[in-house]
């Protein structure tokens, strides 16, 4: 019989783990509590219920686990919630993790193979989960010749971008991180920076091949950006305002891709070249210039990389769905919250737990327009996934062509459809909406 | 210090502009080679192959074995191929010692190796796929690719080094029920490549990639003496299965698939065209083939020859004209053998192609020479 650890003693093994439980004890103690008690001391806490938050009331909840729900509203209240949970970075992560799954799934269906099928016992879910991992434990090789400080600080500055940019899509009525009233201006301040973070990850690594995938990149990425611009420009004449919000609030009747179908094809096409996506993956095309600009970065440099090209990915998806497909409108299908928990407690056999007065976190507008939101984005993302199955990768000189002369063009017939619209009053002040 | 560099590295007093990419051998996109590429922004301006990274000496190695133990070292060069890149050593070795083959042994050769053509241009087309960044185009015919080779290991046994064919006929009889298998598979296997122009051949995306980059002119081709599809793609009639039939090709009707465009487009497109037609030819193969009979005339052990004698016979392959000359001087070793290889011929197009291609044209050009960079070097 082979075993793993032939010199395995039952009594060492017990032996060792009350070792860590007296060193994890002990530390706790002495560091620990006092560390909590310091943030404690200087922290403002909360005012819940017109009662101010101490250890000694938080520890009321292990009494009384109802009392919880007000100090979760008022955490979820607080910016750090939105930045850090549901508008903001967690919720894109998710949302990126699963288009990441669902690419590979989807792909590996199209060319009649299975896709990660092993980690995680159900259809390979937990792939990305091991990729992490696996990306994590690398070294980092930084080349000898690069710039290091540049060169350590794009995948950072790669990821905060795109978090910028996940921070000016609202999700729901009242649920955006960053509320600007020039929020389109924002998102094509946040766009013009990823360019200039790819030639300096590309130019900082010393090195031929990215540095073509870094001008590759500053070439795609300057030539789309123009179009990109003017194809959203009929949306803000029509809606006359810079707002996301409003742009979303403003489709509660009929999305705007209805009258400017044409200024949705041209964002789509841009938003697959600002993406890098095939048909337009030349910064990455590996049998040409290896991986292009990420071909010097390792270990969980690149693995940044990708995080921050899928938190784009997302964000693009829901920039359309607010500007084009309406945002969170949409039939109103979430049930109301049942009034009698909110009063009267839930029975559970002998006892009744309850009532809650807390209840409930999320009102009901709000969730039918994430789910709405989600819905409409998690299609939007399955038409940007789609040609990478169906289409070969296209030359620099045919992507400039199309960016420079045809979809510039098409931006300009939409402008003067929004114009033509405008001006004859079927829509705006005194029209449809 | 001072040393001198490798002449491919040398540095050259040029314009500044001028970049020098070292492609390969540990680049995606190169196979088991190096392309030394010079590019003035996107347009190449120089190109220079250097092959040579997979020299095995297997032309050395013929001279130690004897004519039965060269055959499994010698299907090395082309795995994929690995049937076709025998066949004329096989002929080679049955004019050198006189041998009869059996009919029935030369129809199951022309199967094999029409299947084996097809598993290496299915191989060829998936590379050629990935190479243009089309995902698809490289799953669907490496998937498709698992039919026919498990009909080469019905038949023989192994599934891709099968070094089946012997001098005197093939190594094993048809196993029972092969004929309607292998109709029912290649009849399937030729509806399945024919959705590739779908979502490949006719993708508008490729043709605009492809079409006029890389144009080799009907003179220039045949200057160059390339072969095979590349020959075929710039106007030349030319396949030895028509021209110079060996076995029983002279019996089948084989079609010959030319294209006059030259470019790399028509070079991708001729070989899926083979497929096709290699379907044909197994369809006729087996409808002709003898149903019953000896396969294989055994030879003594040690076969020698009678004196100073040579061969020289050359098949059509998967990528072009195969060529083996045999020299034997009456002993059971070869003295000589030397393999004239399709791949070498086709990439000495390569430099004259890529001049003044865009650097993004490189990987579409550099693989639609049909080139197989083990075999250029064996």
Redesign the interface.
Known sequence: MSVIAPNFKLSEFIKSLLDNVFWIVLLLVLIGIPAVMMVLFFMEMPVIDGELLTPFLALTWLADPSRILPVVKAFMATDIFRVMAFPGFGFAALLAAGTIFVERKMLAKLQLRVGPFYCGKFEGILQLMGDGLKLISKEIIIPAKADKPIFWAAPVLFVAAAAAFVAFIPVAPGWVVADVEMGLLGVFAVIGFFPIITILSAWSANSKFPFIGGIRALFQMVSFEIPLILSLLGVVMLTGSLNLSQIAASQSSFPWIVFLPVGAIVFFITMLAELERIPFDLPEAESEIVAGWLTELSGMMYGLVQLGTYLKLYAFAALFVVIFLGGWNGPMVVPPFPAELLEEGIELGPIVAGPFPGLPLFDQAMLNGTLWFVLKTVAVIFFILLPRGVFPRIRVDMLLNLGWTKLIGLAFVNIFIALGLLYAGVLGPGGLQ | MTFTLPPGLALQKVDERI?T?NVGPQ???SGHMRIIVQIDG?YIVACDPDPGYVHRGEEKMAEYRNYITNIPHLERPVIHDSCNVLYPYVLGAEELLGIEVPERAKYVRVIASELNRCIYIMYWLAIY????????????PA?DRELLIDLMEKMTGARVTHAHFVPGGVRNDLPPNFEDVCLRQVNYFEKRIKEYAA?FYD?P??I??TKDTGILSRQDAIRYGTTGSVLRASGVDYDLRVKEPYDVYDELDVHTNVMKEGDSYARSRVPWLDMMESCNIIRQALQKMPKSGSVRVKLKPNPKTKGLESVYKRVESGRGSLGCYIVSDAKPEPYRVKMSVPSFRNLIALPNLLKGE??????SVYWSLNYWPVEADR
Request: aromatic share 10%; charged share 10%; net charge positive.
């Open positions: 970049m990419l680049h995606p996109g996107d796929g990935i190479f243009l960044g089309h995902s698809t185009m490289f799953m669907w998937g979502v993708n995306i490729l605009s990639r865009k650097l993004g044209n490189m990987p």
